[in-house]
């Protein structure tokens, strides 16, 4: 099986927009918003989405970063990371699947104590905040 989504890095005024995700089963995590591509959508628009249902805001992409791939639970995966400029909207949680429990724009040093989703991508979210 296959999936391909987004992600995208959007920081403000020193600060990165995350949100605390999960299930209503699991431990609750902190990543930047993402998600998977539906229809014909592109992948950039896939980002625009997912950055407004879990969060409220819109935004503009910048340009790609890089593609993170990988096989977990025998499913393929392919993620494309934007970096996104806030263009309007206010801290609201729209996500259709129900995931999304908080939304928070983070300092660098914040970052340093959340328990991510993914942790192997802590360092690249620091590096946009230094």
Known sequence: ??????????????????????????????????GGREGNESLEECGIREVWEETGYTVKVIKKLHIKEGITQNI?????YYLTKLISGSSVIQDPDGLIHDI????????????LSFPEDREL???YLL
């Open 1 to 34: 099986m296959k999936w391909e989504g987004a992600s995208c890095i959007c920081v403000n005024e020193g600060r990165l927009l995350m949100v605390l995700q999960g299930t209503a089963a699991e431990e609750k995590k902190w990543s930047i918003p993402s």
């Open 76 to 80: 393929h995966f392919k993620v494309h």
């Open 104 to 115: 928070r724009w983070v300092s660098l040093k914040e970052l340093g104590t959340l328990t």
């Open 125 to 127: 979210l620091q590096s």
